[in-house]
């Protein structure tokens, strides 16, 4: 049975590397994962979950998310957010008054606190908040990866209104979202409000009871993080060769080269672009290119499709065996691709229609990633 607690700075780690390569390029930035999980750990002592069938039907369930673009900031943006005053922080663990402010506006308690994606620091985050507020972790997510969109999820299995919802931001900016006509024009919503903050806002929303968690969850993330951030850990000891290591868990090589061209730009909030790679080792001679809208959606190698969301891809520099998000790759990295299987709940038409690569505008049809 896998281990269900983390209980020191080493397991932690491990755990945030697990995480940011489920991110799949994007899921925020794992420092700020592993400083929010480490004040909870010492604050508070081990961080633990639960499997989601130890619920209770009647529990509140709250999701809690930070939205906004990873694109780095122009010298024009920086000098606009301080001359708005957007210089310190108020709320570093912004996502934890969100949850306040929701309570506060509802008047209802959230017993159990879940992170809408896996990524180094949006599903740790929340875990941090659950721990510090005394609620419930379970084992799951409602992703099993990381999304740019907040309807990309299997809450759509159900339509699950975002709101009511409290969006605050580091600074202290707060807001209610009493209602929305749709949750395109929520997300919308929330995307503007993480642009008036330069960068990402914490929300609190898609309430839903016990019952619905354990229709609706996508199970056992936080312990698939967990695990595959072990196995880089045997890796980078040489106990283990990193493909070897990945294909024992489902994982496929899809290439490997460095990065020959970069091209990308900051649109409504998202961080959107393609990486060409020149290939080497078997894929020597053949060229990849990943488009990414925050995270990564398809590649294809030679002009040919190979994998897209919602199954993963994710990409690892095998120097430092460390999963990498595309705000960190340059030209010149080297990176190795590789596919994981997405959960079987988010190849249901409710959610790949939303996911799939015809929704970010490509002529292709999704093909489920082949062992």
Known sequence: MEKSRIESQEELWEFIDGCTLLGVGGGGNPEEGFKALSDALNEKGPIEWIDVDQVDDDAISLCIFLMGSTAPLTEEKIKKK?????????????????????????????????????G????????????????????????????????????????????????????????IIKEAISL????????????????????????????????????????QAYKLGKVLKR????????????????????????????????????????HTLDGDD???????????????????????????SPDLIC??????????????????SYLEVYGFSCNPIMQRKEVMDRLCPRYFGFELDYEPLKP
């Open 120 to 175: 180094g620091s949006n599903m740790p985050v929340p875990m941090a908040v659950a721990k510090k507020l005394g609620k419930t972790i379970v084992d799951g997510d409602y992703a099993g990866r990381a999304i740019p969109e907040i309807f990309q999820i299997s809450l759509m299995l159900e339509e699950v209104p975002f709101w009511p919802a409290a969006s605050v931001d580091k600074y202290g900016n707060i807001c």
């Open 184 to 223: 395109s024009v929520a997300e919308r919503i929330g995307k503007y409000l993480s642009e008036v903050a330069f960068g990402s806002t914490g929300l609190a929303g898609f309430p839903i009871t016990g019952k619905q968690l354990k229709r609706l969850l996508v199970r056992g993330s936080v312990s």
């Open 82 to 118: 301080n001359q708005l005053g957007l210089t310190t922080w108020k709320y570093p663990l912004n996502l934890a008054n969100a949850v306040q402010e929701w309570e506060n506006y509802t008047g209802k308690k959230a017993d159990i606190i879940i992170p809408l994606e896996v």
């Open 282 to 308: 078997e894929f020597k001679g053949e060229k990849a290119r990943i488009f990414f809208k925050n995270e990564n959606h398809i590649v294809w190698k030679d002009g040919n499709y190979l994998a897209s």
């Open 235 to 274: 890796v980078r000891e040489g106990k283990e060769n990193l493909r070897q290591a990945l294909e024992k868990e489902r994982a496929k090589l899809l290439f490997k080269g460095k990065v020959t061209k970069k091209e990308w730009k900051d649109e409504e909030g998202y961080y959107i672009g393609f």
């Open 315 to 332: 990409c690892i520099r095998p120097d430092t065996v460390k999963p990498v998000r595309n705000e960190e790759i340059e030209i010149g």
